[in-house]
Each structure stands twice: as structure tokens, then as C-alpha cells.
């Protein structure tokens, strides 16, 4: 069991006509990894029990809540997938993050980290559950025809996001959910295809999960879940 953590260090920071809110949880000034929530409303609280189990295991990380989310707030309506990445962007500089970064992305946020692949040097990238999306959609509002897009038949078979893990030479660790019925799994069937360069891969599927893998395991299967997390914290620490 993981004791509270009191090591995260809060931070606001200015964004258009928003104000971004996110915290490093180090013992320093420094964090290890990029931690990117998906698209729940939560916002980087959806992957706390993750970071806090990183730290307990020596790795530090920063997070923030992406508009429309957590403590940020906004309407998600009017943001879109590139603004993400111009988020991300934003934190990522002012943070100061080590380069090449070390990113840990869920849902959403797996398509955010590699889009991060065109403007920084990525090193370690850990994509959970992953989603992908048709370029078409990358700068149009999730509220304005992006849902229409992304639900054309196989909209993310044309995403821009084959290319950028095409050039990708740094390591890879692609989990997914057996029984996830958000992702399909011809989209992590893709992302593998794609890293022909990556410098280790490794696909890792969890049995019987949906698409919330960790609080699948957490409940049904905590055994499995250690080794999941044991095999995060190795591809991070190498």
C-alpha cells in the first residue's frame, strides 16, 4: 500500500486567456517523466496512484491538467488536439524538463506524447491504452466537428502519428486493455508496426482489462498489477 505522499509541488502557469495547473511530485526541482492524463474530466488526479508509485520507486515526475480538466478548468469544447500539444509545450519549457524527456501517457495523452516527437527528443515513451487520430482532426475543437471525424470508419488509419513513430529511436513500452472497448486494437497493432527505428519495443497486453486498465487491476488482480508497474519503473530507470 502506498502512503500519502506530501512531495508534490503545485504550480500555475499562464496560458492564453487560461491558467494551467500542475506539480512536480520530487524530493528536488527535478522530475524524470512527463506524466499526460487522457480526456477524462479528472484530469491528472486519474493518474496519481501511478506517479506516486513511481516515486516510491525513485522516479519523480510533473503533471498538469490539460484545458478543459482538473484544476485547469475551461471549456474542452473550444481546445483541441493541437492545442494539447501546445500545452504540453508550454509546461515542458517552463518546467525546464531534462531532455530527451521520458513521457508516460494515457488515452488521449499517448497521441499528445507523440506529437510532442516533432518539437523535443524523446528518449523513454510509455504509451497506456493509447489513442490515435486522423490528422484531419489534430486542429479542429473537440466541440466544433472533431467527434465526427474521429468516428468516420478508420479515421485513425490516417493519422500523422504513423510517420513521427517511424523516426522514433528511442525505447517503447505500448500496454493495452484485452477487452478494451475504446481503443481498437488495430491502432496498437499499428503503433507497433510503425516504430521500425524505436530501440526497444515491447507490447504488453493486460488480460481481460478494459479500457481503465489500472483500476481494472487495482480491484480484480493487484498481483498483476505490481509486475505491470515493475516493468514501467525498469523501462524508465534503464
Not at 500500500?1 to 500555475?12: A, V
Not at 479528472?42 to 496512484?49: D, K, S
Not at 525513485?58 to 478548468?73: K, L, M, N, R, Y
Not at 531534462?98 to 516527437?117: D, E, H
Request: aromatic share 10%; hydrophobic share 40%.
Amino acid at each position: 500500500m502506498i502512503e500519502k505522499i506530501d512531495s508534490y509541488q503545485k504550480f500555475k502557469m499562464p496560458f492564453g486567456h487560461h491558467t494551467l495547473v500542475g506539480d512536480l511530485l520530487t524530493n528536488d526541482t527535478e522530475a524524470h517523466a512527463l506524466v499526460l492524463h487522457g480526456a477524462g474530466e479528472q484530469g491528472r488526479v486519474r493518474v496519481r496512484f501511478l506517479r506516486e508509485y513511481l516515486f516510491e520507486n525513485g522516479i519523480s515526475s510533473c503533471a498538469f491538467d490539460f484545458i478543459g480538466h482538473g484544476e485547469t478548468g475551461g471549456d474542452i469544447k473550444q481546445t483541441s488536439l493541437y492545442e494539447r500539444t501546445r500545452q504540453a509545450c508550454s509546461i515542458i519549457d517552463a518546467q525546464n524538463l531534462k531532455q530527451p524527456l521520458n513521457i508516460v501517457a494515457a488515452s488521449m495523452g499517448a497521441y499528445t506524447a507523440v506529437s510532442l516527437l516533432k518539437h523535443y527528443d524523446v528518449d523513454r515513451m510509455i504509451c497506456l491504452v493509447p489513442a490515435m487520430y486522423s490528422a484531419a482532426a489534430y486542429r479542429v475543437p473537440f466541440g466544433n466537428g472533431f467527434t465526427e471525424i474521429i468516428r468516420e470508419p478508420e479515421s485513425w488509419f490516417r493519422s500523422d502519428a504513423w510517420e513521427l513513430l517511424s523516426g522514433y529511436t528511442g525505447r517503447l513500452f505500448v500496454v493495452e486493455g484485452e477487452k478494451d472497448g475504446v481503443i481498437p486494437v488495430g491502432v496498437i497493432e499499428k503503433i507497433c508496426e510503425s516504430a521500425v527505428s524505436a530501440k526497444e519495443l515491447k507490447r504488453y497486453t493486460v488480460s481481460g482489462a478494459p479500457h481503465f486498465v489500472f483500476t481494472y487491476l487495482r480491484k480484480e488482480n493487484p498481483s498483476a498489477l505490481g509486475a505491470l508497474m515493475g516493468q514501467i519503473v525498469d523501462m524508465l530507470s534503464r
